[in-house]
């Protein structure tokens, strides 16, 4: 299976500790995407790296937060001192960057790490 | 500050007719627009895209729709099966980079 791949699936913490999640995107693609998404809401975005660069973080993205893709392939995220608000499934995509206007290529969605604080 | 929407949490649709799932947007810069299905317990996936340059776009049974005038995206599935049964995500960006993603409508399709 050449799909994206998350690890772990789940992660069950008590408040205050640091978590680490790892991405592998599908092997071709050079952007990769981090997401959270709660219980009836769509996923929000978190960040974006094209290759090794992380190229755009969103507001959601406290400074306890952070994401790192070294040498442009799998990606970490990584939550420090966590807290109940931040119990959510957290997604990880990945696509090819289109060449020029109008040839964006679709992300491609991982299965998730659900992330659960005490 | 909700970019794309989705009014309709829910719809049910008998097996063999048509689906009509809806979206709207606020952002005229939007030039690239998605729609992702999912399952429980699995991440969304990739169903049929469209770009700002065209209105219409068709994959098999999926059709998107695009009106830039009316800022309004919809898919239809045309027939539905009851493997259909989902929730579906509308998602836009601009240039392919940060995407916005409504917050679903939960498809039934009834044998």
């Known amino acids: 299976d050449t799909g994206v791949s998350q690890n772990p699936r789940h992660k069950i913490t008590k408040r205050g500790q640091n978590v680490t999640f790892r991405c592998d995107p599908i092997?071709?693609?050079?952007?990769l995407y981090w997401y959270r998404q709660t219980l009836g809401q769509g996923p929000e975005f978190l960040t974006y790296?094209?290759?090794?660069?992380?190229?755009?973080k969103s507001r959601l993205l406290s400074d306890r937060f952070s994401a790192e893709r070294p040498k442009g392939s799998f990606s970490t995220l990584e939550i420090q001192r966590t807290e109940q608000g931040d119990s959510a499934m957290y997604l990880c995509a990945s696509s090819l960057g289109g060449q020029g206007p109008y040839s964006n290529q679709p992300q491609h969605f991982g299965d998730g790490t659900r992330l659960s604080i005490l | 500050d909700q970019q794309v929407k989705q009014n309709s949490p829910s719809l049910s649709v008998q097996e063999g007719r048509i689906s009509i799932l809806n979206c709207d947007y606020t952002n005229s810069m939007f030039d690239y627009f998605l729609w992702y299905k999912k399952y429980p317990a699995e991440g969304p996936t990739f169903l049929i895209s469209i770009s700002s340059i065209k209105d219409k776009n068709e994959d098999g049974r999926f059709t998107v729709f695009l009106n830039k005038s009316a800022k309004h995206l919809s898919l239809h599935i045309v027939p539905s099966q009851p493997g259909d049964s989902a929730v579906y995500f509308c998602a836009a960006s601009v240039t392919g980079n940060q995407f916005y993603f409504g917050t679903g409508t939960s498809l039934t399709v009834i044998p």
């Open positions: 092997s071709e693609h050079n952007r």
């Open positions: 790296f094209q290759n090794e660069a992380q190229l755009e």
